[in-house]
Protein backbone atom coordinates (compact mmCIF):
# COMPACT_ATOMS: atom_id res chain seq x y z
CA UNK A 1 0.00 0.00 0.00
CA UNK A 2 1.44 3.58 -1.22
CA UNK A 3 1.12 6.21 1.84
CA UNK A 4 2.26 9.46 1.45
CA UNK A 5 2.65 11.79 4.65
CA UNK A 6 3.08 15.33 5.05
CA UNK A 7 4.40 17.09 7.60
CA UNK A 8 5.83 20.69 8.69
CA UNK A 9 3.42 23.11 8.19
CA UNK A 10 3.13 25.89 10.22
CA UNK A 11 2.86 29.50 10.77
CA UNK A 12 5.68 32.13 10.01
CA UNK A 13 5.90 36.18 9.74
CA UNK A 14 7.18 37.36 6.31
CA UNK A 15 10.20 36.46 5.20
CA UNK A 16 10.60 33.43 7.15
CA UNK A 17 11.48 29.75 6.24
CA UNK A 18 9.49 26.85 6.85
CA UNK A 19 10.58 23.31 5.60
CA UNK A 20 7.91 20.64 4.90
CA UNK A 21 8.86 17.14 4.95
CA UNK A 22 6.89 14.68 2.92
CA UNK A 23 7.39 10.61 3.21
CA UNK A 24 6.45 8.08 0.65
CA UNK A 25 6.50 4.66 1.17
CA UNK A 26 4.83 1.82 -0.88
CA UNK A 27 6.51 1.98 -4.20
CA UNK A 28 9.04 -0.95 -5.03
CA UNK A 29 9.45 -1.08 -8.72
CA UNK A 30 9.61 1.78 -10.94
CA UNK A 31 11.49 5.06 -10.27
CA UNK A 32 9.48 7.79 -8.39
CA UNK A 33 8.49 11.29 -8.61
CA UNK A 34 7.33 13.30 -6.17
CA UNK A 35 5.66 16.99 -5.67
CA UNK A 36 4.00 19.74 -4.16
CA UNK A 37 1.24 21.43 -4.82
CA UNK A 38 -1.03 24.23 -2.68
CA UNK A 39 -3.94 25.58 -2.54
CA UNK A 40 -5.57 28.53 -1.18
CA UNK A 41 -9.07 29.18 -0.20
CA UNK A 42 -11.48 29.93 -3.30
CA UNK A 43 -8.66 28.82 -5.89
CA UNK A 44 -7.20 26.02 -7.64
CA UNK A 45 -4.89 23.27 -6.62
CA UNK A 46 -1.50 24.66 -8.40
CA UNK A 47 2.19 22.70 -8.29
CA UNK A 48 4.62 24.35 -6.96
CA UNK A 49 7.73 22.09 -7.27
CA UNK A 50 8.64 18.58 -8.80
CA UNK A 51 11.65 15.95 -8.72
CA UNK A 52 12.20 12.80 -10.09
CA UNK A 53 14.14 9.99 -8.55
CA UNK A 54 17.02 11.26 -11.49
CA UNK A 55 17.39 14.22 -10.12
CA UNK A 56 15.49 16.56 -12.82
CA UNK A 57 13.36 19.28 -11.37
CA UNK A 58 10.98 21.89 -11.87
CA UNK A 59 9.29 24.49 -10.27
CA UNK A 60 6.83 27.23 -10.56
CA UNK A 61 7.65 30.95 -11.64
CA UNK A 62 6.36 32.17 -7.78
CA UNK A 63 8.70 29.08 -6.35
CA UNK A 64 11.71 29.50 -8.36
CA UNK A 65 14.69 30.87 -6.37
CA UNK A 66 12.32 30.34 -3.02
CA UNK A 67 11.55 27.33 -2.72
CA UNK A 68 13.76 24.35 -3.07
CA UNK A 69 12.44 20.43 -3.51
CA UNK A 70 15.44 17.69 -2.50
CA UNK A 71 15.52 13.84 -1.38
CA UNK A 72 16.60 13.22 2.36
CA UNK A 73 16.84 9.26 2.35
CA UNK A 74 15.50 6.73 0.66
CA UNK A 75 11.41 7.34 1.27
CA UNK A 76 11.88 11.22 2.48
CA UNK A 77 11.63 14.74 0.85
CA UNK A 78 11.93 17.83 1.93
CA UNK A 79 10.70 21.40 0.81
CA UNK A 80 12.01 23.94 1.88
CA UNK A 81 10.81 27.38 1.65
CA UNK A 82 12.56 30.54 2.09
CA UNK A 83 11.50 34.41 2.11
CA UNK A 84 7.86 33.36 2.69
CA UNK A 85 5.16 36.03 2.12
CA UNK A 86 0.97 35.99 2.97
CA UNK A 87 0.47 35.21 -0.76
CA UNK A 88 2.22 31.46 0.40
CA UNK A 89 -0.81 30.81 2.68
CA UNK A 90 -2.27 27.58 1.48
CA UNK A 91 -2.81 23.75 2.10
CA UNK A 92 0.26 21.78 1.22
CA UNK A 93 -0.30 18.60 -0.52
CA UNK A 94 2.60 15.97 -1.16
CA UNK A 95 2.16 14.08 -4.20
CA UNK A 96 3.89 11.06 -6.05
CA UNK A 97 3.72 8.70 -8.57
CA UNK A 98 6.09 6.01 -10.01
CA UNK A 99 7.07 5.55 -13.59
CA UNK A 100 9.82 4.93 -15.63
CA UNK A 101 13.21 6.14 -14.90
CA UNK A 102 12.87 8.94 -18.03
CA UNK A 103 10.02 10.75 -16.58
CA UNK A 104 10.10 14.26 -16.29
CA UNK A 105 9.22 16.49 -13.50
CA UNK A 106 5.75 17.93 -14.06
CA UNK A 107 3.24 19.98 -11.91
CA UNK A 108 -0.02 18.75 -13.32
CA UNK A 109 -2.59 17.34 -11.03
CA UNK A 110 -3.27 14.87 -13.45
CA UNK A 111 0.42 13.87 -13.12
CA UNK A 112 0.19 12.12 -10.07
CA UNK A 113 -1.58 8.80 -8.62
CA UNK A 114 -0.86 9.39 -4.60
CA UNK A 115 -1.55 12.25 -2.10
CA UNK A 116 -1.00 13.22 1.30
CA UNK A 117 -3.63 14.69 3.21
CA UNK A 118 -1.81 18.04 3.43
CA UNK A 119 -0.54 20.60 6.21
CA UNK A 120 -1.33 24.02 6.45
CA UNK A 121 1.09 26.66 5.92
CA UNK A 122 -0.23 30.31 7.19
CA UNK A 123 2.30 33.51 6.47
CA UNK A 124 1.70 36.50 8.36
CA UNK A 125 2.13 40.06 7.40
Known amino acids: EVQVVESGGGSVQTGGSLRLSCAVT????????VAWFRQAPGKEREGVAS??????SLYSASAKGRFTLSRGDKFTWYLQMNDLTPEDTAEYFC????????????????????WGKGTHVTVSS
Open 95 to 114: AANQGPSYQPPKLGVDDYDD
Open 26 to 33: GYIWMSRR
Open 51 to 56: LTDTGS
